[in-house]
């Protein structure tokens, strides 16, 4: 089993787990998400590599940050973790690659680094940001940042401090990739 299997396994059983211990049926995750059934479905059963808009949308309907539900169905609990341990995810539809770098622990912090091929663009719905305060911090690149109707346009060194939830989307431009990195303070 490759990486990105086990790791897209681990991602559809933590939705289950989430969905399971609220109680929730298929069809009322479905309609909380607006994820279809038939998807999350296949998610759980990880025959399916969600999108990252798709983990937006679950993990907003589950009062999580996306962050939050990747570093529970990623990680062990530890104040040190190792370049080569730190979980990456790959957005299937854009190529997108999520580095979870910070260490699991009860710090409200989570860091994570991303990887934007030239072109791309991940939307995020704004259900996926109403838990949390979250910095964008441009390391490499040029980053379009869409924050409902306000565009930030980003290089190197930059950083946003996100204002209240709206619809975002991330879009790279440019020819290069861009890295940057996603800061999220958890609330409670």
């Known amino acids: 089993m490759s990486q990105l299997d086990d790791i897209d396994r681990r991602i559809?059983?933590?939705?289950?787990?989430?969905?399971?211990?609220?109680?929730?049926?298929?069809?009322?995750?479905?309609?909380r998400s607006a994820v279809s059934r038939a998807m999350i479905h296949k998610i759980e059963r990880g025959e399916s590599?969600?999108?990252?808009?798709?983990?937006?949308?679950?993990?907003?309907?589950?009062?999580?940050s996306m962050s939050a539900l990747m570093a529970r169905a990623e990680m062990q609990q530890g104040r040190f973790l190792r370049k080569e341990e730190q979980?990456?995810?790959?957005?299937?539809?854009?190529?997108?690659?999520?580095?979870h770098v910070s260490p699991k622990s009860d710090l409200?912090?989570?860091?994570?680094?991303?990887?934007?091929?030239?072109?791309?663009?991940?939307p995020m719905p704004a259900s996926a940001y109403a838990f949390m305060r979250q910095l964008i911090?441009?390391?490499?690149?040029?980053?379009?940042f869409l924050e409902g109707e306000v565009s930030h346009f980003m290089t190197a060194g930059d950083c946003l401090e996100l204002g209240p939830p709206t619809d975002c989307v991330f879009r790279n431009e440019s020819?290069?990739?861009c890295t940057y990195a996603v800061l999220v303070l958890r609330s409670g």
């Open 49 to 64: 590599s969600p999108t990252a808009m798709l983990l937006g949308k679950l993990s907003g309907a589950f009062s999580l």
């Open 175 to 177: 020819q290069e990739p």
């Open 137 to 144: 911090w441009v390391l490499e690149g040029r980053l379009t």
């Open 87 to 99: 979980p990456v995810w790959i957005d299937p539809q854009t190529g997108y690659e999520r580095r």
């Open 12 to 31: 559809g059983a933590r939705i289950r787990i989430e969905r399971e211990s609220r109680g929730w049926s298929l069809t009322e995750l479905a309609g």
């Open 108 to 122: 409200p912090l989570d860091l994570v680094r991303i990887e934007l091929p030239a072109g791309a663009e991940v």
